[in-house]
């Protein structure tokens, strides 16, 4: 594993402290912020609308996605519509949020080019999947072997247990981010944590990088193992 591990009772309230402490940290300047998707990250990002509604300076914030299906972003399984049911339309407007649009002629190459233009994200964040993935990086999926230097590329599950085309981070987007916390909740991920923990690089979420790692893990997801 890289970085580090913080083993707590609620993830979602550790992740919301966390991000206001990155972001008031930042004040009075800009502050930007990639999302992830999933019933973790739902918890964290209702989370963080009650506690950081007032602590952060929503209009300093721009909002970024790390990864996206590809279908509208008012469907039900977008990752957009997600974190704006949970987050967006319960606190001021950011100063700008952009969107992981599949509609477009080529999406990932726009995106990326949204990226390169903008400076670094300041905090991603991101999850586990039981599978070991991590934003849309699959096992045995084409983006794991992405060519060098791309930042956002096209990726599906080759497994198929995971549905639609989808829009996601490389592993070198994820580590050029200043800071990447990780949140990781319930029994269901304890196998994929302990497959990373044991650095198996099969499990796609172990070769996360960067200069500033966290792992926020409560103790369902740790199991009957002794934090190292």
């Excluded at 299906?69 to 399984?77: F, G, S």
């Excluded at 997600?82 to 995106?111: G, T």
């Excluded at 916390?181 to 070769?207: C, E, F, I, Q, Y």
């Amino acid at each position: 594993m890289n970085g580090s591990l913080v083993v707590v009772d609620d993830v979602a309230k550790a992740f919301a402290q966390l991000v206001v402490d990155h972001a008031q940290s930042n004040a009075p300047g800009p502050f930007s912020l990639a999302f992830s998707g999933g019933s973790t990250a739902r918890d964290c990002y209702r989370e963080l609308a009650v506690s950081g509604s007032a602590a952060i300076d929503w209009k300093n914030v721009t909002g970024w996605w790390g990864d996206e299906r590809c279908v509208p972003l008012t469907h039900v399984d977008s990752n957009f519509r997600l974190v704006e049911e949970s987050l967006l339309e319960l606190v001021e407007p950011l100063a700008a949020v952009h969107p992981m649009q599949s509609e477009l002629s080529d999406p990932a190459f726009a995106y990326e080019e949204l990226l390169r233009a903008a400076p670094p994200i300041d905090l991603i964040h991101l999850g586990l999947g039981p599978d070991g993935h991590t934003a849309s990086l699959f096992p045995g999926s084409d983006a794991l072997n992405s060519p060098d230097g791309r930042l956002v590329v096209p990726n599906r599950d080759p497994l198929s247990n995971n549905p639609y085309e989808r829009l996601t981070f490389t592993f070198e987007a994820i580590s050029r981010c200043r800071s990447v916390v990780v949140t990781v909740a319930g029994a269901a991920k304890t196998n994929a944590l302990h497959r990373v923990l044991d650095g198996d690089l099969s499990a796609p979420a172990t070769k996360i990088s960067g200069t500033d790692v966290i792992w926020l893990v409560d103790n369902a997801a740790m199991g009957t193992r002794t934090p190292r």
